[in-house]
């Protein structure tokens, strides 16, 4: 009797030593801060970081350019809005990009100058970025993604697409490169994106 005492004693006792494990929940899954555009990094021109977070509050205009596009006119006319409205909080940012027909022969100091020289562009630049298919910069894969422009104009698919992108980091407009930045209707989108406030819906 004593034996079946003793092991009924060493039974409870190692039950004991285990924690009970019905009312244990799992610790709660992190939560992911929300991303917009202010959540990507480019590198400048010059090689530095160019974290868009701290522009957040700006209107962006980020568009992939090419010297060698025919659409490279539009350095003269994207630096005409930097100059109206980059006083009332519009960053033109061009992005130059080889993905179309090869049409970036340049990068660096020479692709700076040259725009400067030939356009009068002064605009911010990144470094030379893919922005298409699967090697695309995050900012452009993220972009494509959130249905602004309708199937044709959600993504770039030549030199000089255009992301109007508000001050909380939504993208307002998505347009090809035939819509040109002195558009009257794609101006005026810009407009009503630069009066919004950064707590008002755009």
Not at 23 to 32: G, H, K
Not at 56 to 81: I, M, P, S
Not at 168 to 187: K, M, N, Q, Y
Request: proline share 6%; aromatic share 10%; glycine share 10%.
């Amino acid at each position: 009797m004593k034996s079946v005492f003793y092991m009924a004693m060493t039974v409870f006792c190692l039950m004991l030593s285990f924690p009970a494990q019905a009312n244990v929940q799992p610790p709660p899954a992190a939560q992911s801060a929300p991303i917009d555009a202010f959540s990507f990094s480019f590198f400048g021109i010059d090689g530095t970081e160019m974290p868009l977070k701290d522009l957040r509050g700006k209107v962006l205009l980020v568009v992939n350019t090419a010297t060698g596009c025919g659409f490279a006119g539009q350095f003269r006319d994207l630096q005409k809005l930097q100059d109206t409205y980059g006083k009332d909080g519009l960053v033109v940012i061009g992005v130059p990009s080889s993905d179309f027909g090869g049409q970036e022969p340049l990068d660096g100091d020479v692709l700076k100058k040259t725009v400067a020289d030939t356009y009068g562009a002064t605009f911010a630049l990144t470094q030379k970025t893919a922005v298409s298919g699967a090697a695309a910069h995050p900012f452009y894969l993220w972009a494509a993604k959130q249905g602004a422009g309708g199937l044709l104009s959600a993504k770039p698919r030549w030199n000089f697409h255009k992301y109007l992108v508000g001050r909380d980091g939504r993208i307002l407009a998505s347009v090809p490169a035939t819509t040109g930045p002195l558009d009257a209707e794609f101006a005026a989108r810009i407009k009503i994106a630069l009066s919004q406030k950064t707590d008002e819906k755009q």
